[in-house]
Nanobody, 129 residues
């Protein structure tokens, strides 16, 4: 079993920054070596969107066009934690953000084949003045 807990969300003005964290825990030791970690978001009335992911093998990354150049995903394997640094936030970034883990790959994630086995409970991010 794997547990994922998101933190770092909240209210921010447009143009501001937030850093989300996804802490993974379970019985697999260095979890990030086994699972691709993805960040998703779901805004009210919209479908869940795959925002970014980071590979378990080589640390390669993917970003949706909507966040490319503004968001950065990174990981600390010793802490089993993945971060999503969100800069230049826009009102359209408002959503509940989820992290998830699974055996997917970056190329598969990029075309919407997510194959995520474990999900966090989500954390709200609101961008508003």
């Amino acid at each position: 079993q794997l547990q994922l807990v998101e933190s770092g969300g909240g209210l921010m003005q447009p143009g501001g920054s937030l850093r989300l964290s996804c802490a993974a825990s379970g019985s697999s030791g260095f979890i990030l070596e086994y699972y691709l970690i993805g960040w998703f978001r779901q805004a009210p009335g919209k479908e869940r969107e795959g925002v970014s992911c980071i590979s378990s093998s080589d640390g390669s990354t993917y970003y949706a066009d909507s966040v490319k150049g503004r968001f950065t995903i990174s990981r600390d394997t010793a802490k089993n934690t993945v971060y999503l640094q969100m800069n230049s936030l826009k009102p359209e970034d408002t959503a509940v953000y989820y992290c998830a883990a699974g055996p997917s790959t970056v190329p598969a994630f990029a075309v919407g084949y997510y194959e995520m086995d474990y999900w966090g409970k989500g954390i709200p991010v609101t961008v508003s003045s």
